[in-house]
């Protein structure tokens, strides 16, 4: 620092500047993880889901009861974790929020239409419905990793 103005030289004044940045970044770039969390383990809970409804639609038990638990713990994942970040990347509100309805939406499908046309279970149906919500939810992951 300049010794009569106390002030900092420009070469200091744009290390102090490229410094701040570094923590900046720094911060923001550890934000993501709560929410790619969210949307793992929302991939896991539906692949899981749809297998399940198959199990219990071929016995014959348990299917509402199945997917009750899982939505109500997906829906508790889907608010808990992203109460963990404390700072967020730009426009994150509004891809966490179309993430998650596109999630829920298409798990509502596979519900519904798992309900009404395979009461007896299918084993193709509730495979390709856990692969499209397993692969939903990640790719929402990866697109708050990338962001």
Known sequence: MDETTESPTP???QELLAKAQWI???SINAASWPVAMVFTSLAILG??????????????????LLATAVGIWGAATACIWPMFQTSTKAGYTRRFLTSLIAYFFLYSVALVVGASLFRDGNI?????AAVVLAGVGLAAAFRELRA
């Open 47 to 64: 692949s899981m889901l749809m297998i399940g409804m198959q199990i219990v639609s071929h016995t014959g038990y348990g299917a509402p």
């Open 124 to 128: 193709w149906f509730y495979v390709s």
């Open 11 to 13: 070469a200091q004044a």
């Open 24 to 26: 900046g970044a720094t």
